[in-house]
């Protein structure tokens, strides 16, 4: 199973970004997909799920700014990005949750200049 994830890059503040991640090799249908961050010198953390139930969790401090959508049964999540700030700059990491597992994407750097 692999997860990649792209749409990474710099942007100025106030600006968006749009992140899409797809997982190859496997056609099982996941329980969760989302996205994770973790800055320079930080712990990794969450940012944003989607259950195979179309629930969504956010971090408070992306609520009302980020979007996660996608579909379970495809194995795809996305991330969408408004009103960026330079404190979300981080490598952004897709997981997907199965039965049995989970998995991490590589990453992609998103980079929020002030």
């Known amino acids: 199973v692999q997860l990649q994830a792209c749409g990474g890059g710099l942007v100025q503040a106030g600006g968006s970004l749009r992140l899409s991640c797809a997982a190859s090799?496997?056609?099982?249908?996941?329980?969760?997909m989302g996205w994770y961050r973790q800055a320079p010198g930080k712990q990794r953390e969450l940012v944003a799920t989607l259950t195979n139930s179309g629930t969504t969790i956010y971090a408070d401090s992306v609520k009302g700014r980020f979007t996660v959508s996608g579909d379970n049964a495809k194995n795809t999540v996305y991330l969408q990005m408004n009103s960026l700030k330079p404190e979300d700059t981080a490598v952004y990491y897709c997981r997907g949750i199965w039965s049995w597992g989970n998995y991490w994407g590589k990453g992609t750097l998103v980079t929020v200049s002030s």
């Open positions: 090799g496997i056609i099982s249908r996941s329980n969760n």
